[in-house]
T-cell receptor
Framework: GQQLNQSPQSMFIQEGEDVSMNCTSS?????WLWYKQDPGEGPVLLIA?????ELTSNGRLTAQFGITRKDSFLNISASIPSDVGIYFC?????????????FGKGTKLSVIP | NAGVTQTPKFQVLKTGQSMTLQCAQD?????MYWYRQDPGMGLRLIYY???????DKGEVPNGYNVSRLNKREFSLRLESAAPSQTSVYFC????????????FGPGTRLTVL
């Protein structure tokens, strides 16, 4: 099946710093999604990307759909304590009639006040 | 709107017992999904229902059955629970399969002793 590598696995940053994380796939996707999961909760959709090269923002979050269609990046600017959680990337390729999402294993973000 | 709701929130079973996890969505979405989340494994698809009246296996379907009761409800049944099924189970729904923006419920934490 498709493989998604998400890095880094975890990060400790100082409040106010910018954060970058990325996902790479062994095959192409035509949708990339980024989710955040707080402890004891379900994942919440942050950003959806549909076109290679697309750059989309949601407040302090910016995500990009890589031009090779095999990678995606998420940046968080000026981190705050409530950014703490696990961030997941997910991709899907619907060309072959399959609409399943493949998830990365997550990046655990800790913010030091 | 409540979004995606799941019951129960917590459950403890003994090996061999059966139970049904319930999921409902009020967003008029066509597609619904069941995932399990295990430490270090990310989210893995168990079963999905592309539309009312259809169900298909995902990545890890063994030991589970599903029922798409109507457009709103999608249940997951464990006929004979095993310790390997200890996990957090998430239900999700999406409006259109192609773009696959999935919205998740709060999860059911299941322990099988």
């Amino acid at each position: 099946g498709q493989q998604l590598n998400q890095s880094p696995q975890s990060m400790f940053i100082q409040e106010g710093e910018d954060v970058s994380m990325n996902c790479t796939s062994s095959s192409i996707f035509n949708t990339w999604l980024w989710y955040k999961q707080d402890p004891g909760e379900g994942p919440v959709l942050l950003i959806a990307l549909y076109k290679a090269g697309e750059l989309t923002s949601n407040g302090r979050l910016t995500a990009q759909f890589g031009i090779t269609r095999k990678d995606s990046f998420l940046n968080i600017s000026a981190s705050i304590p409530s950014d703490v959680g696990i961030y997941f990337c997910a991709g899907s390729y619907s060309g072959a009639g399959s609409y399943q999402l493949t998830f990365g294993k997550g990046t655990k973000l800790s913010v030091i006040p | 709107n409540a979004g995606v709701t799941q019951t129960p929130k917590f459950q403890v079973l003994k090996t061999g017992q059966s139970m049904t996890l319930q999921c409902a969505q009020d967003m008029n979405h066509n597609s619904m999904y069941w995932y399990r989340q295990d430490p270090g494994m990310g989210l893995r698809l168990i079963y999905y229902s592309a539309s009312e009246g259809t169900t298909d296996k995902g990545e890890v379907p063994n030991g589970y059955n599903v029922s798409r009761l109507n457009k709103r409800e999608f249940s997951l049944r464990l006929e004979s629970a095993a310790p390997s099924q200890t996990s957090v189970y998430f239900c999700a729904s999406s409006e259109r399969q192609y773009y696959n923006e999935q919205f998740f419920g709060p999860g059911t934490r299941l322990t099988v002793l």
